[in-house]
């Protein structure tokens, strides 16, 4: 006797179009940790997260929201404030002992030149080993922030000084 019908039902996660379920365990089986670098409107978030059966760890967390406390005084959803997200996040990895990682951009588009691979630059920048092609990082004037304002590669230069000093 037949109950009708069988439907598959995929991940709640995959119908939500929240996560990429064949691009995760590609990341997963190089064993690695993972640089997950996410955009809003207003901030980069950069995290290093460690697969664990229970659950993923977060071993280190930087959102360029953050940077506001340190100092900083332009927006912090730009290129320069991503850039300096990753290299803030490296920093705290490297304090964790997490030498090397995998980049993943969850579903985001891979635009060269985007925040996501300027997060990328940052975390490269401050010692984390990250597989990168050169030619997917914004030029070093987009990346201090000369496009913007006069005011923000100074402003760059400092934070970086800062954090240097605070992750160092």
């Known amino acids: 006797m037949s109950s009708g019908p069988t439907y598959k039902v995929s991940f709640r996660r995959r119908r939500e179009s929240k996560t990429d379920y064949v691009k995760r365990l590609a990341l997963l089986k190089s064993e690695k940790p993972r640089l997950v670098v996410r955009k809003t409107n207003n901030s980069t978030i950069a995290e290093v997260v460690a697969y664990s059966p229970k659950g993923d760890v977060v071993r280190a967390f930087f959102s360029s929201a953050g940077l506001t406390k340190l100092g900083w005084k332009g927006h912090t959803g730009n290129i320069p404030a991503a850039y300096l997200a990753g290299y803030v996040c490296a920093k705290k990895a490297l304090k964790a002992e997490v030498k090397e990682a995998v980049l993943d951009i969850g579903l985001a588009s891979p635009v060269h030149g985007s925040r996501v691979f300027a997060a990328l630059k940052g975390a490269i920048d401050?010692?984390?080993?990250?597989?990168?092609?050169?030619?997917?990082?914004?030029?070093?004037?987009?990346?201090?922030?000369?496009?913007?304002?006069?005011?923000?590669?100074?402003?760059?230069?400092?934070?970086?000084?800062?954090?240097?000093?605070?992750?160092?």
């Not at 990082?137 to 230069?157: A, L, M, Q, Y």
């Open 126 to 168: 401050a010692g984390l080993g990250i597989p990168a092609d050169k030619k997917v990082f914004p030029g070093d004037e987009r990346v201090s922030g000369k496009h913007i304002n006069e005011e923000t590669p100074k402003n760059f230069d400092e934070m970086k000084k800062i954090i240097d000093r605070e992750f160092g």
